[in-house]
């Protein structure tokens, strides 16, 4: 038996990618979409929010997996000669480029070209004066309950924030038995608020204030007798890595369930400051997390950019958006209503999205019916709200089939 060599190690090394630096380098084609001009604007919008949502799985997966291999001291190389600590190092510093790319897209093609055609984002400062008093009564009866300030101090530990949280980290001082404190909260942007506002507008336009600026720009009601001095967003990406041995849980639904909410408050891997943050404030984020600057990015411009969909959402600017696709069913279910007898006599491949997944419904629908269906053993990949097919599997259910989805 030969042994392995030197020679053979480098040539391992060159005919292989490393998996995680493959992965950005995918992201980064996501990104090039919203750099191109040849897509209509919304859906370069779309490809600018896809391409932060996907590295926010990056982080919650990959990287966490990486950061644990190397406080693991595990030392064992990839194929392509790197151990865990050297990939982190490159995927760092391809990251802080990525991220500053994506972000100089948003602030100097995607915004100006969205106020170009009608959709603006001002902060509550610039809002028109007709529409100001409106946002103030928003804030009161929509916002302003829901919001709780944590102080920062020895008897009020830095908070366990919840994984891609969008938070504020506040500056403040005031008196204090006659002397001058100073000291640091949080305030967490609520979850279940849009995270865009749209303020009505007059003119036609659509109009957009972000909801952190807006309890930014309210923070004086929330420290009462305190002296606001700045107050800049953060969030933190956390381990999502699920940890389950089928072979070990009595009960594997539970198990799920627990994990699942074990990701909200896992180990941090990132944090994300805005770029006007104080490096002094900037340190003290780290060390209450539990990280170090390699772990940080600075982002210029909107932090948790993925909640941006929401300009997209609805049916407005159908000329910034592609034609709007309809799949056709196939060929081989056009016209036939029983599609068990469609596919007794050939198999049948529908290619989706370019065959209508509608067959598919279709078919779940006769077999949750048909008496001579036993069983439905289904792999579903994701399902959305109010979906059919999971309604037409709990009929079937209902029905006394044995219906098995994983």
């Keep these: 038996m030969r042994k392995r060599g030197t020679k053979d190690v480098r040539d391992s090394e060159r005919r292989y990618f490393n998996r995680e630096l493959s992965w950005l380098e995918f992201n980064r084609r996501v990104l090039d979409e919203a750099f191109d001009a040849t897509n209509p604007l919304l859906e370069r919008v779309k490809f600018f929010c896809i391409f932060n949502s996907n590295l926010d ?55 100006p070209e969205l106020s170009h055609h009608g959709i603006d984002f001002l902060s509550p400062e610039r809002v028109p004066a007709e529409t100001s008093e409106w946002l103030a009564t928003y804030y009161r009866e929509k916002v302003s309950p829901v919001l709780t300030p944590l102080a920062l101090d020895p008897a009020h530990p830095f908070p366990q924030l919840l994984n891609k949280s969008l938070n504020l980290i506040v500056r403040l001082h005031g008196q204090f038995r006659g002397q001058l404190r100073r000291s640091l909260a949080v305030v967490q942007v609520p979850r279940g608020l849009p995270r865009l506002v749209p303020v009505p507008s007059q003119d036609g336009r659509r109009t957009y204030v972000f909801l952190h600026q807006l309890i930014s720009h309210h923070l004086g009601d929330l420290f009462p007798g305190m002296t606001l001095e700045g107050c800049w967003s953060f969030r933190v990406t956390r381990n999502s890595e699920l940890y389950i041995d089928e072979e070990e849980v009595p009960n594997l639904l ?31 984020l780290l060390e209450n997390i539990g990280l170090t600057g390699n772990e940080l990015y600075v982002i210029d411009g909107p932090v948790n950019p993925t909640r ?25 279910l056009r016209g036939r209503e029983d599609l068990f007898s469609a596919i007794r006599e050939r198999d049948i491949l529908l290619h989706h999205p370019y065959d209508s997944f509608g067959s598919v419904v279709q078919f779940l629908e006769q077999a949750a019916e048909d008496p001579k269906v036993l069983a439905i053993k289904q792999t579903l990949y994701r399902t959305g709200k109010d979906s059919p097919i999971v309604e037409h599997l709990i009929q079937a259910a209902r029905n006394g089939k044995d219906v098995t989805v994983v």
């Design 57 to 111: 799985e990056f982080f919650e997966v990959r990287v966490a997996g990486l950061m644990e291999a190397r406080q693991g001291g595990v030392r064992e190389r990839s194929v392509d000669g790197l151990d865990a600590s050297q990939t982190l190092g490159v995927i760092r510093e391809q990251v802080r480029t990525l991220v500053d790319e994506a972000y100089r897209c948003w602030r100097e093609i995607l915004v």
């Design 254 to 284: 539970r198990a799920v369930e627990h994990e699942l909410d074990n990701r909200k408050r896992g180990s941090a891997v990132r944090l994300e400051v805005s770029a006007d943050c104080p490096a002094e404030v900037t340190s003290d």
């Design 308 to 332: 941006l969909m929401a300009i997209v959402e609805g049916d407005h600017s159908p000329e910034l958006r592609d034609p709007p696709f309809h799949a056709p069913v196939s060929p081989l």
